[in-house]
Structures are given as structure tokens and as C-alpha cells.
């Protein structure tokens, strides 16, 4: 582009000159005709020249080399499921922080009454196309919560440059107010459906589907309340889809410990009776006793941070998440992961060493999984879910290992907002702690899973979150963590 730019702006600075020498011959007209020089300049100017201009081989050459340098790059160019993703991801960010709409589209992370979650260095807007891009993508899924709250955003920016043009739009207001009133009559507010369909008519009163809409929205406001009656949906943009509402990531919170477990929590230097722990201990903060959760501050250095993500980086995929006997991609958990062996570099194996010393457990194979590196970029994030296996037809048990009886995790990067490791029954979260690593316990000691571990990975609000996972089992864990005399513990 940049290019196209330089060599049209040299282009038009040729053009310039040719139209002022044309202006000047016509500054005195019985001048050019008197004077049979100027008189054949002006006529061989507006004969050939003119054409020449207009028709320019020059102009041709420009674009079809700025379309060739499109297609080099193309493929590497992000696609419409990138597109839609990254729109479904506002929405998602706007759910669980309770952000304004219309604040977002000010370049502002803001819930009602309360100071920014996040203030970015630079603060970028959205436009009218913009929104309605979001809000498109949500009423194309029948998610008319959603698209409402987008495509009001579009149409008031809309309505506020009406009549001017801007390169970029693939929309205009006549889009938006059409596909906001067909969602208000979705959502059962047919008076404000049919305000808006007669506000499109204002701008293009030809439209044969609008008038027949506002036709029956008339009819069904006059039958009166709940008489939506049946609708021919022929003409229309969508299918009658059910009305979809947001979900609540974290659920219902639970009551707040009571004051005498708090008194349990600490920070203190471990070595858990390892040699490899003796010069320099582990820095343990206890975060909650049940669960058991443990955050070790400084477990990595940037340096062994840096290397963990440069190794996976050429193999991250879309994560994919346990599903019966199989495993696929989910809505509900929007991250990149690839897995590393201890064989990968040494800094992966002296993790794995390090991780041994600080938990007790033994991580040889198959007693532990790969490192599980995993990216999450915009509004990525996991909603509440286990580590260790519900079903003895999880694909967790084909390592012939048992459950998994532990996790660790480890914070990779900072993130300027949002991410934290939110613990659902438990009612609390742990934000991201660059370079800590994050321990808890799946499974009681009698084996059973532990309903308090139930976790989420809360959306990245802003930032990029990196994490390196290590899920140990319980085989070979016998005599490193054994039962307790009670069966219930």
C-alpha cells in the first residue's frame, strides 16, 4: 500500500502539472486564438494529450501492482473465521466485565460507575462499520441480545455521518436500521421493529420487503400484546432463532471463607526436603487450604519463559477440549496450546526436575503428561471446567495412568488486564503472576475428584496470556501421596 501511495502520489503530481499548463492556456481565450503556437498547444493538449492522460498506462500499472502485492500476501492474511472470532471475543469481554457497549466503541473498558478496568496507552475507537460488523455476527447466530446492543451503537454513529462516505464501510445506516429492527422483533418489541423499519423507508421508500415488514408489524400491534402469530420469515434475513442471553461465566458465587481458615494462609520458603531445593528454597504463598491451592512465586526466570514460548510457537493449534471418547474444538475455550517433551530442549527438563521437587511427585513417564504450552490472544479464554477426568471414558484414561491427580501451572507472561484463574465453588481467583507457577490438587486422597477445583480461565481483557500446563496422574503417586486413615478425606 505504502508503495501504491508513493508512485500514484508521483501519478497525480504529473496530472497537476499537465491541468495547470492546460488553465494557463485558457487564462486569455482571444490570446490562444490570436497566437498560432498557443493556439496549437491548446488544441493538441485537448486532441491528444487529454486522452492520453485519462487513459493513462501509468494509472493501469499502480493498481495491478498493488492487487499482485495483495495476492503474495493473502494467504497469510486473516479470514473471515479470524474476523467473526475476534468479534464473538468483544462479546464475550463485554459479558463477563460488564462493559458499555458504547464505551467500547469510545476506545473505553468501562463497567457503569466504576473507573476503567483498563486504561491503553492509545485509545482506539470503533466506527458505525465496525459495530455493525459485531453486531451482524451475533444476529447471523440468532443471538439477538447481542446484535441489539451492537447495531444501536451502529446506527446512532451512522446517523451521525449520514450522508458523507468512507472508503472503508462494507455497511451503511439502511443496513443497520434493517437488521436492528428485525432483531427487536425477535426479542418481542414489534412498536420499536416497526419505528425502525419506517425510519429505512425515509431513505429508500422503494424497498418491497421493508414496506411488506411494516405492514405486519402494524397488523400484529393491533391484534395487541403476544399476538405475534405466525410469521412468513420468506424475504426476511434469518430464521425465527430462539433468543439468546448471555451466559454468566463464573455462575453464582459462593459464601466467603470463614475468618479461622484464612488464618491458615502464608508465604514461606519450601524445600520439601529436595537437595535441589536447598540453596534456593521455593517461594510458597498459600492462596486457599481447600482447596488446596499454592502459588510459587518466581518459579521460572524470563530467560527459560522466553524459550518455553519460542519452542512451541511453531506448533501452537486451536486447543481442543475431552469430549466423551473424543476430543475437538469448543466455543468455550478460545486458546492456541502445543505440547512439549522433556527431550525438547533442557530447559524443559530441568522444569520437569523442578516441578518434582516442589510437589514431591514423581513425573516420569507415563506417570505425567507433556508440557502443554498454551496462547491465549484476544478474549481468549476456558469456562468452568475440571482438569481431572468425570467419565471413565475420557481419553485421559488411554495413558493407563489413572486421573489426573494434580496440576500445575505456570504463568508464562503478564497481561495488562483480565486472565485470571478463577476457582467457581471456591470463590476466588488468582491473577496472572508472570513467572509463578500455580499448584493445585484434583483429587482427594481417597482417589475421588474434588468439586472445589472447578475452574475458568477468565477472558484476556488486554495483553497476550501465555501459560505452561503439567498435569501429573496418579499412578506411581502411591507412596508420594498416600491415603489418610479417613475414607472421606
Known amino acids: 500500500l505504502r508503495s501504491y501511495l508513493r508512485d500514484e502520489s508521483s501519478r497525480l503530481r504529473h496530472l497537476r502539472r499537465f491541468y495547470e499548463k492546460v488553465q494557463a492556456l485558457h487564462q486569455d481565450p482571444k490570446a490562444s486564438v490570436d497566437n498560432p503556437l498557443l493556439a496549437f498547444s491548446l488544441i493538441k493538449r485537448l486532441h491528444s494529450d487529454w486522452p492520453n492522460v485519462i487513459y493513462s498506462e501509468e494509472a493501469a500499472r499502480n493498481t495491478q501492482a498493488l492487487h499482485a502485492g495483495l495476492r503474495e500476501v493473502e494467504q497469510e492474511l486473516p479470514g473471515s473465521e479470524d474476523l467473526d472470532g475476534a468479534a464473538r471475543a468483544l462479546m464475550r469481554l463485554q459479558d463477563v466485565y460488564a462493559l458499555s457497549v458504547k464505551g467500547l466503541a469510545n476506545g473505553v473498558f468501562q463497567r457503569a460507575g466504576h473507573p476503567p478496568l483498563y486504561s491503553p496507552g492509545r485509545r482506539v475507537s ?273 495413558m493407563k495412568s489413572g486421573n489426573r491427580i494434580a496440576t500445575i501451572m505456570i504463568y508464562l507472561s503478564a497481561v495488562e488486564a483480565g486472565g485470571s484463574t478463577a476457582f467457581i465453588y471456591a470463590n476466588f481467583s488468582v491473577p496472572v503472576v508472570k513467572n509463578a507457577a500455580l499448584f493445585w490438587w484434583n483429587l482427594r486422597r481417597n482417589g475421588n475428584g474434588d468439586g472445589d477445583t472447578l475452574h475458568a480461565g477468565c477472558p484476556v481483557l488486554a495483553g497476550d496470556k501465555w501459560v505452561a500446563n503439567k498435569w501429573i496422574h496418579e499412578h506411581g503417586q502411591e507412596f508420594r501421596r498416600p491415603c489418610s486413615a479417613d475414607p472421606q478425606d
Open 126 to 398: 470503533l466506527s458505525a462499520d465496525d459495530c455493525f460488523h459485531v453486531g451482524k455476527v451475533a444476529y447471523d447466530t440468532g443471538d439477538y441480545y447481542h446484535s441489539i446492543a451492537w447495531l444501536e451503537e451502529a446506527v446512532s454513529l451512522f446517523r451521525l455521518s449520514y450522508g458523507s462516505w468512507n472508503l472503508e464501510d462494507r455497511s451503511s445506516l439502511e443496513d443497520a436500521l434493517d437488521h436492528l429492527a428485525f432483531s427487536y422483533f425477535m426479542a418481542g418489541n414489534i412498536s420499536h421493529a416497526l419505528s425502525l423499519s419506517r425510519e429505512f423507508l425515509r431513505y429508500d421508500p422503494r424497498n418491497q420487503r421493508v414496506s411488506r415488514n411494516v405492514a405486519k408489524y402494524k397488523k400484529l400491534l393491533e391484534k395487541g400484546p403476544g399476538a405475534r402469530g405466525r410469521w412468513d420469515w420468506q424475504g426476511c434475513h434469518g430464521p425465527p432463532l430462539l433468543l439468546s442471553r448471555p451466559h454468566a461465566l463464573l455462575g453464582p458465587l459462593s459464601p466467603q471463607p470463614a475468618p479461622e481458615r484464612l488464618l491458615h494462609l502464608g508465604c514461606s520458603y519450601e524445600t520439601n526436603s529436595s537437595p535441589y531445593l536447598l540453596l534456593q528454597p521455593a517461594k510458597k504463598e498459600v492462596v486457599r487450604i481447600q482447596p488446596y491451592v499454592a502459588l510459587y512465586h518466581d518459579f521460572i526466570t524470563d530467560a527459560e519463559a522466553e524459550t518455553i514460548k519460542g519452542l512451541a510457537g511453531p506448533w501452537l493449534q486451536r486447543s481442543v477440549v475431552a469430549s466423551g471418547e473424543k476430543q475437538q474444538k469448543a466455543e468455550y475455550r478460545i486458546s492456541k496450546s502445543a505440547w512439549l517433551k522433556d527431550t525438547a530442549d533442557p530447559v524443559v527438563r530441568a522444569l520437569d526436575q523442578r516441578i518434582g521437587a516442589v510437589t514431591g511427585l514423581d513425573l516420569r513417564p507415563p506417570y505425567a503428561e507433556y508440557l502443554q504450552v498454551v496462547n491465549y490472544g484476544l478474549g481468549g479464554h476456558y469456562e468452568p471446567h475440571f482438569d481431572h477426568a468425570t467419565s471413565m471414558k475420557s481419553p485421559l484414561y488411554r
